[in-house]
């Protein structure tokens, strides 16, 4: 019942910044986890980011890949159903198409965890 719809991919040149965008639509639920995953050509899926779920008595808690710790941010807006992704210090390695994705559960780093999923967004990083 969930529709995600990512932008904001491009292509940067390294040291560049970019920020993501995911855009849900349907039965969503400010309680949804959220999580970032790329996968770059010939390679597996992989963890990016994820976000618990979040209220007005309850702080949400942000996960990180450890190649991606200090230089990626992600973040909720629930008001607008839309995550984020902030992206700096972009590097080669993280050309890739990412892929924005929800859960009605507890957040988790693993990707077959998730229900939903967008279609992706392609970063392409230049050096």
């Known amino acids: 019942q969930v529709q995600l719809v990512e932008s904001g991919g491009g292509l940067v040149q390294a040291g560049g910044s970019l920020r993501l965008s995911c855009a849900a639509s349907g039965r969503t639920s400010s309680r949804y986890a959220m999580g970032w995953f790329r996968q770059a050509p010939e390679k597996k899926r992989e963890f990016v980011a994820a976000i618990s779920w979040s209220d007005s008595f309850s702080r949400s808690k942000t996960y990180y890949a450890d190649s991606v710790k200090g230089r990626f941010t992600i973040s909720r807006d629930n008001a607008k159903n839309t995550v984020y992704l902030q992206m700096n210090s972009l590097k080669s390695e993280d050309t890739a198409v990412y892929y924005c994705?929800?859960?009605?559960?507890?957040?988790?780093?693993?990707?077959?965890?998730?229900?939903?999923w967008g279609q992706g967004t392609q970063v392409t990083v230049s050096s």
């Open positions: 994705a929800a859960r009605a559960g507890a957040v988790t780093l693993t990707g077959s965890d998730f229900a939903y």
